[in-house]
């Protein structure tokens, strides 16, 4: 789950009060029952792990021979991953003797440090985080020899319940809330001593569906990753409750089956998500795998769904951003992506965003939430959402979008030859006059992409506006560039005005346009999480200008060769993908 490293690391007053409350439980509540581990984790990561190479929070750090706790001061976003426990997921995928001796050694150098409530990570999410992951793998860090040592596991776990009852409320709305109410009813109903928190923190779950799942299943921050985090949490939580005799409330179910239809419709070919507003594609499996505990079939929307349009035909997909970014009170991650879309073939991310540069400091975060760090048109050094108050540099990255599209608008067509979405904003409006119209066509094979963009002053009252523009700076063309972030496994050749896209599985795919004033292929960067620098890789550009009152270029994205024979990517590639 991504982080706010400083905001979950740092306790407040509050949260100081209620760890030190907490720390004086002399109770040693054993469990109800052996609990199951329900978070996957990563071999690889594991192994790195175990070589004291730690990949956390977008920040890397090597320190063979020490325990997690013994290390120098590290940013705050590492610290809260360290705080989290989420590594445990990946000793536990590596399952060898020594992974289970160190989850069960540095867990207990953190009960002997933290334990009593001092030091950072008391707050509401990271406690939720660390007492789902303690839990999960109870069995890996329950030592058989040492009687001692499981007692004080069961003291902390109790410890950290009691805190999470005090203070889940204070842990910022959605997904951290969410995490803090996960963990105290599993403490609540998977510890003996516990039992009395069950009820009232079943009823906040209840609230709290209610109050932050919408109607359609979506999130105000209209992060698809966040979406997906909140389904795991709400399953996990739902599942161990049911073991444990309890059963979840009605709101939570009703959330998980509405948030499934969502998710399902904001999956890619190659089951990984839609990366828009800071969301990444998720950890490898951990969507299908959500999705199957969410269970009932949940089918994709025709309609959006979250504010996102699918297209999907044959081994393709397609899905645009439809809506205008989140309501500043959403969340600091918001983009600029209004009109974006993403393709995938097969297992293949083709035309990507940049990412989330959150993890990657200030400067990253706030560029690849501009429009050019999408594959959508934008106005040259204009992007169609604005951040918030001028002259805040050091804050930048934080602002909220404050000037958004007043007008997204949205039209899906079934037609003989494919799907058709049909979308326009009006981002550009209050500086230019101007819309951008895009309309999008999937042949029904999915071997074809079609795409038109138009920058237009539409009524009598736009063209005023453009022509006082135009009066104002007549030295200022207004030019646009349309751009196609590829995703860095994607070779390109520009050749002849064409461009040729050749993937990792042979296929290939290749790009051809009318109307733009010159075509190019442009450094871009990735930004994924996990990663602890931007990987390079390339964009295709399409440089525009307005004329008289619009501007418009037409492309194609067309398959020209297939995946060889030999060398297929599923074991069903052929498979045309849920529609």
């Given at each position: 789950m991504a982080t706010d490293g400083l905001r979950e690391l740092r306790p407040s007053l509050r949260d100081r009060i209620a760890a030190r409350r907490a720390g004086r439980l002399r109770l040693?509540?054993?469990?109800?029952?052996r609990p199951e581990p329900r978070s996957i984790g990563d071999v690889t990561r594991g192994r790195r792990i175990l070589a004291g190479r730690f990949d956390l929070g977008g920040h890397h750090l090597s320190a063979p021979d020490r325990i997690p706790w013994d290390l120098p001061a590290q940013p705050p976003e590492f610290e809260a991953a360290l705080h989290g426990f989420g590594w445990l997921d990946d000793l536990a995928a590596l399952g060898t003797e020594a992974a289970r001796r160190a989850a069960r050694d540095w867990t207990q150098g953190w009960i002997t440090r933290f334990g009593t409530g001092r030091g950072p990570g008391w707050t509401a999410p990271l406690a939720?985080?660390?007492?789902?992951?303690?839990?999960?793998?109870?069995l890996m860090l329950r030592d058989p020899a040492d009687d001692t040592a499981n007692a004080r596991l069961c003291r902390a776990l109790g410890r950290q319940t009691r805190f999470l009852a005090a203070r889940w409320a204070g842990a910022p709305a959605g997904a951290p809330r969410f995490e803090a109410l996960a963990g105290l009813l599993h403490g609540a109903a998977l510890l003996e001593g516990m039992e009395r928190h069950l009820a009232p923190a079943r009823a906040a779950l209840e609230a709290e569906c209610a109050a932050r799942i919408d109607p359609q299943g979506g999130i105000a921050t209209r992060n698809p990753e966040e979406l997906l985090d909140i389904l795991a949490?709400?399953?996990w939580t739902r599942d161990s409750l049911a073991e444990a005799g309890a059963q979840a409330g009605p709101e939570c179910s009703a959330a998980i089956a509405?948030?499934?239809?969502v998710?399902?419709?904001l999956r890619h070919a190659d089951s990984g998500l839609a990366r828009f507003h800071g969301g990444g594609r998720g950890e490898v499996g951990r969507l299908e795998h959500a999705l199957a505990a969410a269970g009932g079939p949940a089918p994709p929307l025709r309609e959006r769904a979250m504010g996102y349009a699918r297209l999907a035909a044959g081994r393709s997909t397609v899905i645009a951003d439809a809506a205008p970014p989140p309501e500043p009170g959403a969340g600091r991650d918001a983009h600029a992506a209004t009109l974006a879309f993403e393709l995938t073939s097969g297992r293949r991310p083709v035309i990507v965003s940049c990412g989330s540069g959150r993890g990657f400091g200030p400067d990253w975060h706030r560029a690849a939430r501009a429009t050019s760090a999408h594959s959508t048109l934008a106005i040259t050094a204009v992007s169609s959402s604005r951040f918030g108050p001028a002259g805040r540099r050091e804050a930048g990255a934080r602002l909220p979008l404050m000037e958004r599209p007043g007008a997204v608008s949205f039209e899906r067509r079934d037609e003989p030859q494919g799907p058709a979405l049909l979308l326009g904003h009006d981002g550009y409006f209050a500086t230019h006059g101007l819309t951008h119209l895009r309309r999008l066509d999937l042949s029904a094979d999915g071997r074809t992409l079609t795409g038109e963009d138009m920058l237009a002053a539409i009524t009598a009252a736009d063209r005023r506006r453009f022509a006082r523009y135009r009066a104002a700076y007549p030295d200022r063309p207004v030019a646009?560039?349309?751009h196609f972030h590829l995703h860095p496994a994607v070779a390109a050749r520009l050749e002849a005005g064409m461009v040729t896209l050749t993937l990792p599985s042979g296929e290939v795919w290749e790009f051809a346009q009318e109307g733009a004033q010159a075509v190019a292929l442009a450094p871009s960067v990735h930004l994924e999480r996990g990663r602890v620098a931007p990987q390079p890789t390339l964009q295709i550009v399409l440089d525009g200008a307005v004329g008289a009152a619009a501007g418009q270029v037409n492309w194609t994205l067309a398959k020209a060769a297939d995946t060889p024979v030999a060398v297929r990517d599923l074991a069903h590639d052929d498979m045309p993908i849920e529609a």
């Open positions: 040693d509540p054993l469990f109800r029952l939720g985080r660390r007492v789902l992951r303690w839990i999960h793998h109870a949490l709400l399953t509405r948030i499934a239809s998710l399902r419709t646009f560039r349309v």
